[in-house]
Nanobody, 124 residues
Framework: QVQLVESGGGLVQTGGSLRLSCAAS????????MGWFRQVAGKEREFVATTTSDGGSTSYADSVKGRFTISRDNAKNTGYLQMNSLKPEDTAVYYCAATDRKIIGTTWQLYNYWGQGTQVTVSS
């Protein structure tokens, strides 16, 4: 079992930066791929970024490519999402997720462990 807790969300102006953290409990986190998703009320959960268990391979949604960076520190059982050049359309609740299926993917149904989410609001 893995439990995930996000932090680092908040209010930022357009063009600003935030770094989200995802603290994991459980010794198996380091063997699981993880990802970040976001959701706006009334809309489907949207893929943002994902990385392999060792952080060696990553994938990003086109909308965030070049602005966001996913990373992880398995020694600290923590994943990160560095968000730069933020835009109002990035406003959403951001969730970290992990999967024990040992593959990375962009669909939220692949992930079976989820955090509670952290709100990111970008003002124009």
């Amino acid at each position: 079992q893995v439990q995930l807790v996000e932090s680092g969300g908040g209010l930022v102006q357009t063009g600003g930066s935030l770094r989200l953290s995802c603290a994991a409990s459980g010794r198996t986190f380091s063997s699981y791929p993880m990802g970040w998703f976001r959701q706006v009320a009334g809309k489907e959960r949207e893929f943002v970024a994902t990385t392999t268990s060792d952080g060696g391979s990553t994938s990003y949604a086109d909308s965030v490519k070049g602005r966001f960076t996913i990373s992880r520190d398995n020694a600290k059982n923590t994943g990160y999402l560095q968000m730069n050049s933020l835009k109002p359309e990035d406003t959403a609740v951001y969730y970290c997720a992990a999967t024990d299926r040992k593959i990375i993917g962009t669909t939220w149904q692949l992930y079976n462990y989820w955090g509670q989410g952290t709100q990111v609001t970008v003002s124009s």
